[in-house]
C-alpha cells in the first residue's frame, strides 16, 4: 500500500511564502497525476494544483493561479506546491493526493499538513 507524507506547513504572515513537500513511497507513479488540495474550517476540500508525474503537466484552482507552483522530483519521488504572496484566506489543511485517473475520485490521500496565513 502506497503512503503519502507532506511536511512544511505553517504559520506565515500575509504576504509572505511557504514550501509545501509531498513523498510518496510505495507506488509506481509514472502514469499518476499527483495534487495538492485544501480544506478551510467549515469548508469543502477544494482542488489547488496537480502535476502528472509524467511530463509534468500542471493545473491550477483560479485562487492561486499565479501565487502558487508544483512541482515534482522524480528522484526524490517528492511533489512539491512552493505558496508565495500568501492571504489569509490561503489558510487551510493541505493534503496530498495521488490517483491514476487524473480525476482524484480514487485517490490516496496524506495525512495534511496545516497552513496558518495570519498577522
Known amino acids: 500500500q502506497g503512503q503519502l507524507v507532506e511536511s512544511g506547513g505553517g504559520l506565515v504572515q500575509p504576504g509572505g511564502s511557504l514550501r509545501l513537500s509531498c513523498v510518496a513511497s510505495?507506488?509506481?507513479?509514472?502514469?499518476?497525476?499527483l495534487g495538492w488540495f485544501r480544506q478551510a474550517p467549515g469548508r469543502e476540500r477544494e482542488f489547488v494544483a496537480s502535476i502528472t508525474w509524467f511530463g509534468g503537466i500542471t493545473r491550477y484552482a483560479d485562487s492561486v493561479k499565479g501565487r502558487f507552483t508544483i512541482s515534482r522530483d522524480t528522484a526524490k519521488k517528492t511533489v512539491y506546491l512552493q505558496m508565495n504572496s500568501l492571504k489569509p484566506e490561503d489558510t487551510a489543511v493541505y493534503y496530498c493526493a495521488t490517483d491514476s485517473s487524473g480525476n482524484f475520485k480514487s485517490a490516496t490521500w496524506g495525512q495534511g499538513t496545516q497552513v496558518t496565513v495570519s498577522s
Open positions: 510505495g507506488f509506481t507513479l509514472d502514469y499518476r497525476s
